[in-house]
């Protein structure tokens, strides 16, 4: 079995409505969370991933819309993936008169704490029309061996 274990951090790209609705359904609705596990808010991290266990990888694609190659980080440090980015303010000029405004620019961050099963040195990643893909390679299993006795 593979050995994934996934930290939301959400906190950073959440509006003030995101988060008052969070407390809102907490609070009004305990069972809820309890149906669907603890911290089922907290788990909705940005970006959202699909994360597929191969025979001899794993693969993450995370969608990241509306942002270039060159605004996403993937970092590895020790046996934690972290993915990251940030949204750069809008183009044009500073001074704007707001009709409305729902785009949120912010940084996000979301990490993946990968076992001692993979092989950190060959880990690939591509990001193409707003989505990520790393490929983290298995380690190939030793075979078999002889041990003889003294």
């Known amino acids: ?4 274990h996934i930290q939301p951090n959400r906190e950073e790209f959440l509006t003030s409505f ?20 603890v911290g089922f808010f907290g788990n909705n991290s940005y970006p959202k991933v699909d994360v597929v266990d191969y025979e001899d990888k794993i693969v993450i694609e995370a969608e990241i819309p509306g942002l270039s190659k060159d605004e996403v980080s993937v970092d590895l440090e020790k046996n934690n993936l972290c993915i990251s980015g ?3 303010q809008s183009r044009g000029k500073k ?3 707001y009709i ?6 912010s940084s996000f961050k979301r990490s993946f704490a990968l076992g001692n099963q993979f092989d950190f040195k060959k880990i690939k990643a591509e990001f193409e029309n707003g989505l990520l893909f790393i490929e983290v390679p298995k380690k190939k299993p030793d075979p078999p061996q002889k041990v003889k006795i003294l």
């Open 1 to 4: 079995m593979t050995k994934l």
């Open 18 to 37: 995101d988060s008052l609705f969070d407390r809102m359904i907490e609070k009004t609705m305990p069972s809820f969370a309890e149906e669907f596990g």
């Open 86 to 88: 940030s949204r750069k």
């Open 95 to 97: 001074e704007k008169k």
């Open 100 to 105: 409305r405004k729902e785009l949120k620019r």
